[in-house]
Each structure stands twice: as structure tokens, then as C-alpha cells.
């Protein structure tokens, strides 16, 4: 590898764009089953909540996931870590779809999700410890437009492959492109220093564990304590809470616009809502945009700001005039991917001495959100059609407003 002054900024380009390849194949294959789930519905026949499980348990698995991830990428090495689960989500995705019953598909996405979460749990931990802080807010904004990309990609290849072949085979299309994005990352990513050559102090390693070199101290307990007492903090407990209630809202609008806009008087074709789905660009606008704006005016401010926008792209879609719906949609995803590129990169600069357990932790809620009010979005769904799941979503965001507004400070 070249030295000198361009070396390092050459190495901040490679990472950037193997996160951003990471992103993409992690939450292409988790979010696929999205835009045929009216799809699946009618040949499994399931009600809609139920077919959703088809999202809410792949991000479960993830929610679950994140934490020994994040234990396992502390041993084996972060890139190592996301490589490994990349790899062996791909090839569960490959052949989940063509699972003979409901039962098992559904299983079968729990096992891809915590496969998946080995890339989110470590993601941003690592490109902190890689790149300057200064760096890392545009590289957190990075890192989740791949995220947004991988999602939109997911999303239109499984509807585009379904209008022909049907949704089984959709979904399994959708792994072999993320067999491509992980090949992406596996081929740029710096690698990061192995946990027991990283550089200790006074004989304690940089990630706060033991080496072999350096047995255990007798401060071990009290830097546990510390890591628990960050983790455990107001700031890091809302920051966590933006995860589990923007990103349970978000779920729960894509989850069931789709059976929606089937429904008359839209009457789309799946390979159509799918395109639905271009909205997630302007997610990708917005992530990266974040970083900019978070220098210019602090985190907190475009973090109320973004939910804001969120709130408002809400109640857009409640309109029964197709173009004013995509637009709603839109603005919605503006600003969640506004607010989720602030708290997701937020987290590991707020608790320097447990960065990898609080991106976890972050994660975790995040994914738990998912699962959770990604399904009971259908419930509501159910009992009110459209504006039940709008009211639950009105709600979370109000809730994740209040609580920055009222706790978080730059």
C-alpha cells in the first residue's frame, strides 16, 4: 500500500466505499420480502400482520444479534466480524425463499437477520476507530446511504423479479446481487488492527480487554462499571430510543403502504408498488447530506428537525391522490434517514470508552422498533385501514422528539 500524504486519504475513500458496499448488502436481502409482501399474502394466504413477519422477523434476528456481534467482532476483528456475517446471510437468503411452508420461511429470515447483524453491530464502531472524529460524521452519513441503497435496491429487484417469476424467486434474486456488494467490501476494506496487537496503555489494550500479553488488572471491574454506567446514561438511552421509535414507525409505513396501494382505488401490480420504493433515494440524499449539517447547526438540532420532516411526510400520505402519497413518502424518509444518520453516529462519539457496546445497544433497539411496531402497524391497519397505522406512527415520532428535545444537548 502507497505511503505518505495521499496514503491516508486514499484509505478513507476505500472505506467509505466499502461501507457503503456493506450497507448494501446487509439491509438489501433484510428488507426484500418488503415489496411483495400483498404477494406472498394472497399465495400463502395470511393475513397482513402475518405476512409481515416476513420483514419483523429477519430484523428480530438482527436485534438479537447485534450484541454477540459486537463480543465477536472485539476477538476476531471487525472486518473479519462483517465479512463472516455478510457471507453466511447470503447464502441462508439464498435458499430461505424456497422453504416449503410459511412456518419456515419465517424461520429461516430469524437465521438470515442474526446473520445480518453482524454488519450493523460493528459498522460504525469500526469506521470510528479507522477515521478521524472530524471524519466521521460525513462517514456515518456514508455508511447509512448504503443502507438506504441497499434497501431500495432490495426492494426493486424482488418486486421487478416477482412480476415475472413470481415473489420466492424475487427474494432469492435479491441475495445474489448482495453476494456482489459483500465481494465489494471483502475487496476494499482496510483491515482493521487485530484486538491483541492493538497498542496498549500502561498495559491495558486499546478495546479495554484482556490480551495475552497483558493479563487481566485489577481496574478490569471498574472499567466494566464505567462502560455500563455510559451505556446506561439519559443521553445514550434516548439516543437508543430514537432507534426503536423512528425506526418502528418507518417499518410500519412500508410494511403495509404496499397492501394499501393494492387495494382500490390504487389497484397497483407488485412489480409497480415496487417502485414505490425510489423513495429511499431520498434517504440516500439525506443521510449523506447529514454530516454537513450536523458541522453547520449540531446534532440535536437536525435531529428534531428530521423527525419533524418525518412527521410531516406521515401525514401526507394519508391523502387518497396517488402523486401526493409518493410524495408524503418522500419526505418521510428525508427525515427518517436525517434523524437515523445523526443518532446512529452519535452513539459511539457519546460513549468514547464502550463504542462497540453502545452501537450495539443502538442497534439493537433499532431492530426491536422493527419487529415491534413494524407489526403492530397492521394491527392498526386492521382496525382503522390506513390512518390506524398513521396514528401509531404520529405517535412515535412525537414521543422521540420530546424525549431529544428534552434530554440531548451538543
Known sequence: MSTGPGAERFDERRLLVALFGAGTAAFAQLYAPQSVLPDAARELATSASATALLVSAATLGLAVGVLPWAWVADRIGRVRAMTVAMLGATAVGLAVPFAPSFGMIVAGRAVEGLLVAGVPAVAMAYLTEMLPSAVVPRAAGTYVAGTSMGGLMGRLVSGGVAELFGWRAGVGAVAVVCL???????????????????????????????????????????????????????RLLVLDAQGLLLMGGFVAVYNYLGFRLADEPFGLSSGVVSLVFFAYLAGTWSSARTGRLVVRHGRRRVLIVSTGVMAVGVVVTLSGWLPVVLAGLVVLTAGFF?????????????????????????????????????????????????????????????????????????
Not at 365 to 371: E, Q, R
Not at 388 to 408: D, E, F, I, N, P
Open 180 to 234: 456482489v456488494a459483500a465481494g465489494m467490501f471483502v475487496w476494499l476494506a482496510p483491515r482493521d488492527r487485530k484486538p491483541r496487537d492493538r497498542k496498549p496503555r500502561d498495559g491495558v489494550p486499546s478495546d479495554g480487554g484482556p490480551s495475552d500479553e497483558h493479563p487481566p488488572r485489577d481496574d478490569d471491574g471498574p472499567r466494566r462499571a464505567g462502560r455500563l454506567r455510559a451505556l446506561l446514561s439519559p
Open 338 to 410: 436525517g434523524a437515523h444518520a445523526v443518532a446512529s453516529g452519535w452513539t459511539p462519539v457519546a460513549a468514547p470508552q464502550a463504542r462497540t457496546q453502545a452501537a450495539a445497544v443502538y442497534n439493537l433497539a433499532y431492530y426491536a422498533g422493527s419487529s415491534l411496531f413494524g407489526w403492530l402497524g397492521g394491527v392498526g391497519f386492521a382496525l382503522a385501514g390506513w390512518s390506524g397505522t398513521v396514528g401509531m406512527v404520529l405517535v412515535l415520532v412525537a414521543v422521540a422528539a420530546g424525549l431529544a428535545a428534552a434530554v440531548l444537548r451538543d
